[in-house]
């Protein structure tokens, strides 16, 4: 799988979009770009995934670049609920791999009144 | 809406001894995951599961580990003889034929 880079930390004002990179330089043609993301210590939860086209759901946007080697996850309006480790993951669409989700050091949103 | 659970929530045991951690994934699931968190680190994938066998595991799942799903319901997590270094945060996680993996609320393991 593709190694992904992000920052360490963010901060973010309540109500503020939240803007989060994500550096995935190697990704392959295959490989989908995962965002989820882990409050306090409880089970990491789905956000939003893209291959190369830009999404939009209930929660998020998800900016993909032309040349798939960085996107962007957007929370439009930030809540205190949304302070949690946000993690970008690249993610092999099919074999023995599939649903595999290796994840890195993430990054931590604080979100703050 | 359908969620992953987990059993026990907190598993307290001694070094050597045997420990089951216990999921029931989402009813109409296909693939079944272990991961671990040991305090303070990433979430690690351990095993993968697909109809009925290991799809892959990772260095971690050594002979020590073993997954079985024993009826339509549940899916567990065998160690055999534990260490301290096993004590961790256990997750579990169930996707069907797409691409959301649900993942349970996790048990913690602490090895003593």
């Known amino acids: 799988d593709a190694k992904t880079t992000q920052p360490t930390s963010m901060d973010c004002a309540e109500g503020r979009a939240a803007n989060l990179p994500c550096n995935h330089s190697?990704?392959?043609?295959?490989?989908?770009v995962y965002w989820y993301r882990q409050i306090h210590s409880q089970g990491p939860q789905y956000i939003i995934h893209g291959l190369k086209n830009n999404e939009t759901n209930e929660m998020a946007s998800l900016i993909i670049t032309e040349d798939r080697k960085s996107s962007t996850l957007i929370l439009p309006h930030a809540t205190l609920r949304d302070t949690a480790v946000y993690y970008c993951i690249a993610v092999n669409a099919g074999g023995t791999s599939y649903g595999k989700l290796t994840f890195g050091q993430g990054t931590i949103l604080t979100v703050h009144p | 809406e359908p969620e992953v659970t987990q059993t026990p929530s907190h598993q307290v045991t001694q070094m050597g001894q045997e420990v089951i951690l216990r999921c029931v994934p989402i009813?109409?699931?296909?693939?079944f995951y272990w991961y671990r968190q040991i305090l303070g680190q990433k979430v690690e994938f351990l095993v993968s599961?697909?109809?009925?066998?290991?799809?892959?595991k990772s260095e971690i799942f050594d002979d020590q580990f073993s997954v079985e799903r024993p009826d339509g319901s549940n899916f567990t997590l065998k160690i055999r003889s534990t260490k301290l270094e096993d004590s961790a945060m256990y997750f579990c996680?169930?996707?069907?034929?797409?691409?959301?993996?649900?993942f349970g609320p996790g048990t913690r393991l602490t090895v003593t």
């Open positions: 190697t990704i392959s043609g295959n490989e989908y």
């Open positions: 599961f697909y109809n009925n066998e290991i799809s892959e």
């Open positions: 009813s109409n699931h296909l693939y």
């Open positions: 996680a169930s996707i069907s034929n797409g691409y959301e993996q649900y």
